[in-house]
């Protein structure tokens, strides 16, 4: 049963979000999933960048009114 | 392992904006499967002082804003990107005789060793040199 953490990240400059995402990563189970709320607008574009490069994968980007939630699940 | 040449960093200057740019380039180059090698000199050694206070950071106007916005502080970014990733930090050997600094002023968790010039140079011929 694969599981979503959330990661509050808005207010949180770059690279802020990309390093928490990151750091989350190595917590969680191969299969579940990180939404990650951000309010800056590059990480809508960085994270997917960093996810096609290292390889894992993009599950949604879905743009609130003042915030984006970037989903990504681990896949290695 | 990653096939990406390996980034170098030349960072020498003591300026935040300049010292910033070099730490989101490093950490971010690292998590994203590329081996980074940082070879800092000049005035951005002090940075990696053991007493260094994050209070001090020196530059213009874009130094204050992020100063007062709270960005990510750069040593954290380094300390960041060497444990996500893979980031060697070398202490420029000239520049710690010139200002007697010895290693052990340096934080031990970010500085590798003291390095030379003529080294990394060459070892940087297998990848991509950038300066701050």
């Not at chain 2, 490093?26 to 002082?49: I, Y």
């Not at chain 2, 750069?74 to 600094?101: H, N, P, T, W």
Request: proline residues 3%.
């Amino acid at each position: 049963m694969s599981k979503r953490t959330t990661i509050d990240a808005r207010g949180a400059f770059c690279p802020g979000p990309l390093m928490e995402l990151i750091a989350t990563l190595k917590l969680v189970q191969i299969g579940d999933e990180i939404d990650v709320l951000s309010s800056d607008k590059g990480s809508a574009i960085d994270i997917p960048a960093w996810v096609g490069k290292v390889k894992h994968e993009m599950v949604e980007i879905a743009e609130e009114t003042d915030h984006w939630h970037i989903v990504v699940r681990k896949i290695k | 392992m990653s096939m990406t040449p390996a980034l170098f960093i030349i960072l020498c200057s003591g300026e935040h904006e300049k010292i910033q740019m070099a730490a989101m380039t490093a950490s971010v180059a690292a998590v994203s499967d590329r081996p980074v090698e940082v070879f800092v000199s000049m005035n951005a050694l002090a940075l990696f002082r053991k007493d260094f206070d994050k209070k001090c950071y020196e530059g213009g106007d874009f130094s204050n804003l992020m100063q007062e916005r709270k960005v990510p502080d750069a040593i954290e970014l380094f300390q960041q990107g060497k444990m996500l990733g893979e980031m060697k930090i070398y202490a420029c050997s000239m520049a710690m005789d010139v200002a007697r600094i010895e290693l052990e002023d340096l934080m031990e968790e970010l500085v590798d060793e003291a390095g030379g010039l003529t080294k990394f140079l060459s070892d940087a011929e297998s990848g991509q040199l950038i300066v701050f």
